[in-house]
């Protein structure tokens, strides 16, 4: 699945739904991530509200990566991207 977020409340419908296909509860991937289910639902609720830490957690518990690029054409790749220099 590759899923391109420009908001962050796209983020917990793709949280949620990568949690249904592991077959997983709240509560059970709650366990993993060491948080209770009730904060499992309002990450999903509010994706905002996840800090960058917990966001890495879930994507590892749910066989997730975060990939980073420069917006670009379809199906451009990383590159070089990490020998240049960030845009700040």
Same mark, same amino acid.
């Not at 796209?10 to 009730?38: F, H």
């Given at each position: 699945?590759?899923?391109?977020?420009?908001?962050?409340?796209? #983020?917990?419908? +793709?949280?949620?739904?990568?949690?249904?296909? *592991?077959? $997983?509860?709240?509560?059970?991937? =709650?366990? &993993? !991530?060491?948080?209770?289910?009730?904060?499992?639902? #309002?990450?999903? +609720?509010?994706?905002?509200?996840?800090?960058? *830490?917990? $966001?890495?957690?879930?994507?590892? =518990?749910? &066989? !997730?990566?975060?990939?980073?690029?420069?917006?670009?054409?379809?199906?451009?790749?990383?590159?070089?991207?990490?020998?240049?220099?960030?845009?700040?």
């Amino acid at each position: 699945m590759k899923q391109i977020l420009s908001v962050a409340d796209q #983020a917990g419908p +793709l949280l949620q739904a990568a949690r249904k296909s *592991a077959r $997983l509860s709240q509560t059970a991937l =709650a366990r &993993r !991530l060491g948080i209770s289910q009730s904060r499992m639902s #309002a990450m999903e +609720l509010d994706p905002g509200s996840i800090s960058l *830490a917990q $966001l890495l957690a879930m994507c590892s =518990a749910l &066989r !997730l990566e975060l990939v980073v690029q420069t917006k670009g054409r379809p199906g451009d790749d990383l590159g070089n991207a990490a020998l240049t220099e960030p845009e700040w």
